[in-house]
């Protein structure tokens, strides 16, 4: 089977990081996307990481560990515009686009 | 571009009715998924389509079906609607095969009444 978790809810400041851990355990791990949403609104990519290590963009950046099961979503001088919910999703290995979410992290960005 | 598109965006039916929504991608993407969001489960991945061609189905009952048309375009149908069914549905597209980004459309917002 397959166990994707992330907490349920954070909250910070604006102007402060947050890190959104994402662990999973799935049988043919092939990639972990991020996602933001919005409420209302349509999931958006944020990252992509399929080998070990950071991926930065911008004031995001993603991390991978395949041997622990972990990633974790790094946001940098937080703005109010970054509360929403961030998504973590499993590729399996099937070579097509299905992806296993999680139920996601409701981030709060408080002035 | 134009993105993902998905009409209608909202409706209402009545229990034991049927509805169909559907999907266009972007232009070019072949792989078309359909996802159920609700507030307890999240987002649950009901099946993917590539070139007229189910390639994968998740965990539903079988009065969830899809399919897609020559031209990517795909639609979803729940018949014999359940209160439960009540969600928003979303369809993202894809290029194809392999490790490629999803564009995910707005959404259709399904109430059950």
């Known amino acids: 089977g397959q166990n994707i978790d992330q907490p349920t809810e954070m909250t910070a400041t604006e ?9 999973y355990q799935t049988s043919g791990f092939n990639g972990l996307f991020w996602y933001q949403q919005h ?10 990481n399929v080998l070990d290590g950071l991926e930065e963009k911008g004031r995001f950046s993603s991390f991978l560990s395949r041997s622990k099961g972990y990633s974790y979503l790094l946001l940098k001088e937080l703005q109010m515009k970054d509360s929403a919910s961030y998504l973590c999703a499993v590729k399996r290995n099937t070579g097509f686009q299905k992806l296993v979410f999680g139920t996601g992290t409701r981030l709060l960005v408080s002035p | 571009k134009a993105g993902v598109t998905q009409t209608p965006r909202y409706l209402i039916k009545t229990r034991g009715q049927q509805v169909t929504l559907s999907c266009s991608p972007i232009s070019g993407h072949r792989s078309v998924s359909w996802y159920q969001q609700t507030p307890g489960q999240g987002l649950q991945f009901l099946f993917e389509y ?7 189905k998740g965990n539903f009952p079988g ?15 729940v018949s ?17 095969k392999g490790n490629t980004e999803a564009f995910f459309g707005q959404g259709t917002r399904l109430t059950v009444v």
Not at chain 1, 39 to 48: Q, V
Not at chain 2, 50 to 56: A, I, K, L, V, Y
Not at chain 2, 63 to 77: A, C, I, K, L
């Open chain 1, 15 to 23: 102007g402060a990081i947050v890190q959104i851990n994402c662990t």
């Open chain 1, 39 to 48: 409420a209302g609104e349509a999931p958006t990519f944020l990252s992509y």
């Open chain 2, 50 to 56: 590539f070139s007229e061609t189910q390639r994968n």
């Open chain 2, 63 to 77: 009065r969830f079906s899809g399919r897609q048309f020559s031209n990517s375009r795909s639609e979803m149908n």
């Open chain 2, 80 to 96: 014999t609607l359940e209160l439960g069914d009540s969600a928003l549905y979303l369809c993202a597209s894809s290029y194809g």
